[in-house]
């Protein structure tokens, strides 16, 4: 073989190497006690990371999810992720943990109350975003993880990631997408409808639903009424319009948010769902602060702030006026007809707005 073919392939090796994932978990020896008080004995959070942690354990990208999201930053964020992204495992250790709450390897709904032998299902606490950064916290003090080059998350990854700004010293940089300082009115409503319908599915039975059926309808209509704030108007005259599928003497449109229903009963949990819309609804970052404006005034570190000019879930305006709060923020506008899940879309103008932070970072560090 010559000696460029086997460079190339020590090269691909190499670079295979840094972007393998490690998905992992960790169970933590004391119990975790919400904001509400109660408490999740024997807390676990599944987490996945990718490349490797320099000798100052300081060269970190954590990566918060969205409401249904998981660990795999390397698929639903796949346009920023990998070589010469913004989110590159050769120059930066990426983790993601999944949040507490969910049904995809962290202490959730689903897991086994070691009280009863049995799943929690509706048994299991409400939490907050602040719990759930909490829980992230701990799970960074046990890797050692001194600090963080940035902290990024859309929707109610970016809830996350600007409580992280709040209360931790570690993040030098955040990008924060698609959210404001709280959850709206509008934006509490929406989660209240999608919560109505879980519970008025005849299979619901007050959260202590079985395996076998659960309320598969209610989450499935869920969906269906998420997915509609998802996108704009606009987008949907384009991609569906009024056509009707012949077979079966249904609007396209139907077809379309019948598929995203059923998709997500498929590997969702009702009751995770459930407390995460919750937990969306308890962002605030003035609730229980009374003195905010002196907190963010210490609130330096960079952070821009990304709208998308067509999402009508967290219009641009929110995520303008939180930029506005901001001592050192800054505001980027994503140009998209997709409405809010642009953020998952436009990876272009994403990867763009991220690299040109990251860019200024390392401008100032020389």
Not at 173 to 186: C, D, N, Q, R, T
Not at 192 to 207: L, S
Not at 216 to 231: E, T
Request: one cysteine or more; a negative charge; glycine letters at 6%.
């Amino acid at each position: 073989m010559a000696h460029s073919a086997i460079r190339w392939v020590i090269k691909q090796y190499q670079d295979d190497i840094f972007i393998m994932s490690n998905k992992q978990s960790h169970t933590f020896e004391k119990p975790f006690v919400t904001e509400d008080g109660a408490t999740i004995p024997d807390p676990t959070i599944a987490y996945q990371t990718w490349g490797k942690l320099n000798p100052e354990r300081d060269n970190v990208i954590l990566v918060c999810h969205a409401l249904t999201g998981n660990t795999s930053v390397d698929k639903w964020f796949k346009g920023i992720f990998g070589p010469n992204n913004a989110l590159d495992p050769k120059k930066h250790f990426i983790i993601c943990p999944n949040v507490l709450g969910s049904c995809y390897g962290s202490s959730g709904p689903k897991s086994i109350n070691p009280e009863t032998g049995e799943p929690y299902r509706a048994n299991f606490p409400k939490v907050t975003i602040r719990d759930i950064v909490r829980s992230q916290q701990q799970l960074l003090d046990e890797l050692n993880i001194n600090g963080i080059k940035l902290v990024i998350g859309g929707s109610m990854g970016g809830m996350q990631a600007l409580e992280w700004c709040i209360t931790d010293e570690r993040p030098k940089s955040a990008v924060l997408i698609g959210m404001g300082e709280k959850h709206s009115p509008w934006a509490i409503g929406i989660s209240h409808t999608q919560r109505q319908a879980i519970y008025n599915d005849p299979n619901w039975n007050d959260g202590f639903y079985s395996e076998e059926n659960p309320p598969k309808d209610g989450l499935a209509l869920a969906r269906m009424i998420a997915m509609n704030s998802y996108r704009h108007p606009s987008d949907f005259d384009k991609k569906f319009g009024r056509r009707v599928q012949d077979e079966q003497s249904q609007y396209e449109v139907e077809s379309y948010l019948n598929y995203q229903g059923q998709k997500l009963v498929n590997r969702f949990d009702a009751v995770s769902y459930v407390r995460l819309t919750e937990a969306m609804d308890s962002h605030d970052i003035r609730r229980s602060r009374p003195r905010i404006q002196e907190t963010l005034s210490a609130l330096t570190i960079p952070i821009t702030v990304v709208g998308i000019d067509s999402d009508m879930l967290y219009p641009a305006e929110e995520c303008r006026e939180l930029a506005n709060l901001l001592p050192n923020g800054r505001y980027e506008e994503i140009s998209s007809p997709h409405g809010h899940d642009a953020f998952l879309i436009e990876f272009g103008q994403l990867n763009s707005i991220v690299k040109s932070l990251q860019s200024e970072l390392s401008e100032q560090a020389v």
